[in-house]
């Protein structure tokens, strides 16, 4: 089954500790995105990656990093989360085209 | 001004009912277009594409109007299903991203 997947579904952390959210896809797809999604700003995207060892960032990555190291992995690190990084996030990948496919997302809370 | 905006509504519509809801878009080279639908608390999922000639897929119909850079979603028959957000969005080809507005809240009532 084609899927994306994001590891763990729900998380509560303490500022300052940091922490990794998993992503994996099994669609061989080259371009993974990450976003956060908070009431009435919709998605935004944090950073994105068109290939393996190829990243840049979105319009909100300030206090997150990522890496590609391989085509199915795709994970996003918070170094020292803050109470302003609590918010649902979502992984998508895609081919070439427009459809994107998301994981289940991650909700995350900072205290 | 954002560069896709939607209305959040949410849009309280009786089930059976019609719903139509517009979305607009500031890059005017924008290429190509596409509403997602989001269940509360789910991932988005593409709902349909928009192509300039219109189009319909069982009860939805989306349109694009370049000139007046909007899109928009017709529901018609409405279902109690239907209630979710249904997200914007532009693809803009030149930097291979895809855009998202906010999206507008619809819930159906029976």
């Known amino acids: 089954e084609a899927q994306v997947t994001q590891n763990p579904r729900y998380l509560i952390t303490v500022t300052g500790k940091k922490l990794t959210v998993t992503c994996s896809q099994n669609m061989n797809h080259e371009y993974m995105s990450w976003y956060r999604q908070d009431p009435g700003l919709g998605l935004r995207q944090i950073y994105y990656?068109?290939?393996?060892?190829?990243?840049d960032k979105g319009d909100v990555p300030e206090g997150y990093k990522v890496s590609r190291k391989e085509k199915r992995n795709f994970p996003l690190i918070l170094e020292s989360p803050s109470p302003n990084q609590t918010s649902l996030y979502f992984c998508a990948s895609r081919a070439g085209g427009p459809e994107a496919f998301f994981g289940q997302g991650t909700r995350l809370t900072v205290v | 001004r954002k560069e896709v905006e939607q209305d959040p509504g949410p849009f309280n519509v009786p089930e059976g009912a019609t719903v139509a809801f517009n979305c607009t878009y500031s890059n005017s080279a924008s290429q190509s277009f596409f509403w997602y639908r989001q269940d509360c608390r789910k991932e988005p999922k593409l709902l349909m594409s928009?192509?300039?000639?219109?189009n319909e897929d069982g009860r939805f119909t989306a349109q694009l109007n370049r000139a007046s850079q909007y899109i928009s979603l017709l529901i018609r028959d409405s279902k109690l299903s239907d209630s979710a957000t249904y997200l914007c969005v532009v693809n803009e080809e030149r930097n291979y991203q895809l855009i998202w507005g906010a999206g507008t809240k619809l819930i159906i009532k029976p």
């Open positions: 928009v192509y300039s000639s219109g």
């Open positions: 990656s068109m290939n393996v060892e190829v990243t």
